[in-house]
């Protein structure tokens, strides 16, 4: 059998520690390594898998499109992207969409658009604020509006433009706005920042003073939309309706695709403003909208919201038997758990060996992001093996 860690060693950049399992097949909320040993992935891509891996919509809407046509650019119409485009913006409080090929090409663009409206209706600021242990993304600017110190420090110079922020402080968002200052970008729930869950009011708090300072709100749902909340976009979970929205990973079910949408206050861009080879490519749109037209008709939000309760219930319950567990938290299929000693790491190892994938934001902190079509079932599996796991790191 090929020894594929060798070759990773030898072939690949090593920008990420892996965890050695060699992933060959998935279906569902479980994959399979290169000798036949099972997992549930409650991993689930990064945040992508959200209708489960090789979901017969995704298969069957690749296979069809992949025997018609893959790529065209953006120099004529394609079908697939324009029913992609009519299905999120007929589903969302947005009135555009661009689409691309990843989170953080998304932001980009986002932040094109913005700059662009503040050179038209106020008369040239750029400034965004940012908050504190946000993630939007590796590209230069995403690593500067991404206000965290250990994605900055080795790309010296970073760019300027951005003002950070505390998450979940509208004072702080009050001070930091000034005659340069054109939106406010946030995360409605941070994610890869640890699962930070604001106050009920804060972004309503947040709209308001974009609205009486005439700033323009943006929201990153690259990790949150598409039914991880346990609606089908984060800001309806906070009934708050951003100018700009961003999304990524599980608008693709799998396949790369990113997306920027505006509303008609932000709909700026004009012929030779933004462009794209791939973005809106009919494959990644085909499979695009299958995935996402499954989850609108199959309420895959829904599932997230009840199973996702379930999960962080079942979660809470072994606080009471692991005292080292020191918190959770988390809204539908996005869970964050908090352990007062840094054992995430070993952690994950020991949930490996018994066949659970997690994954790792901080050195004490893991998090439950299985596929939104998770069943209760799956969840007190991994509960079972996740229980097993602690009691092996804890010592
Ligand atoms: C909220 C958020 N924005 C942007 C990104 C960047 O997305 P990508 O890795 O597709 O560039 C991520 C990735 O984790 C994310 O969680």
């Known amino acids: 059998m090929a020894d594929w860690r060798s070759k990773e060693a030898k072939y690949y950049m090593k920008v990420v520690n892996r965890q050695s399992i060699v992933i060959v097949k998935g279906e569902g909320t479980r994959v399979w390594d290169d000798e036949g040993k099972d997992y549930l992935d409650f991993t689930a891509g990064w945040a992508v898998n959200n209708i489960g891996h090789a979901n017969p919509a995704i298969t069957a809407a690749i296979q069809t499109q992949a025997g018609q046509l893959l790529q065209t650019s953006n120099q004529f119409f394609t079908i697939p992207q324009l029913e992609l485009a009519e299905l999120l913006v007929e589903n969302s409080c947005m009135e555009k969409v661009f689409f691309c090929n990843s989170g953080a090409e998304a932001n980009e663009g986002a932040i094109k658009l913005i700059r662009k409206w503040g050179k038209i209706n106020k008369n040239g600021p750029g400034e965004i604020i940012t908050a504190y242990k946000s993630f939007h993304g590796r590209t230069m600017n995403m690593v500067a509006a991404t206000a965290q110190p250990k994605y900055q420090e080795a790309w010296a110079p970073i760019p300027t433009g951005f003002t950070h922020v505390d998450f979940d402080d509208i004072t702080q968002i009050k001070n930091a706005t000034n005659e340069n200052t054109v939106a406010v970008m946030l995360e409605p729930v941070q994610s890869e920042g640890g699962v ?169 902190i893991v998090r439950w992001m299985p596929p939104l079509t998770v069943t209760k079932e799956e969840v007190d599996e991994a509960i079972e093996k996740f229980d097993k796991a602690l009691d092996i790191a804890k010592v």
């Open 196 to 364: 930070n869950i604001p106050s009920s009011d804060y972004l309503s708090n947040v709209r308001s003073w974009c609205d009486e300072n005439n700033l323009l709100l943006i929201f990153d749902e690259v990790s949150t939309g598409l039914g991880r909340l346990g609606e089908l976009f984060g800001y309806q979970l906070f009934d708050v309706e951003p100018d700009v929205l961003t999304l990524a990973k599980g608008l693709g079910g799998g396949v790369p695709i990113g997306a920027f949408l505006c509303n008609q206050r932000a709909n700026v861009l004009e012929p030779g403003d933004h462009g794209s080879t791939f973005g809106g490519n009919a494959l990644t749109c085909a499979a695009s909208e299958a995935s996402t037209r499954f989850i609108i008709e199959e309420d895959v939000p829904g599932n997230s919201r009840n199973v996702g309760k379930y999960m962080k219930d079942q979660l809470e319950n072994l606080r009471m038997k692991h005292e080292i567990i020191s918190d959770v938290r988390g809204i539908g299929c996005l869970v964050g758990v908090e352990f007062s000693a840094d054992i995430a790491g070993k952690l994950l190892s020991a949930c490996n060996d018994n066949g659970l994938l997690l994954n790792v934001t901080a050195t004490n």
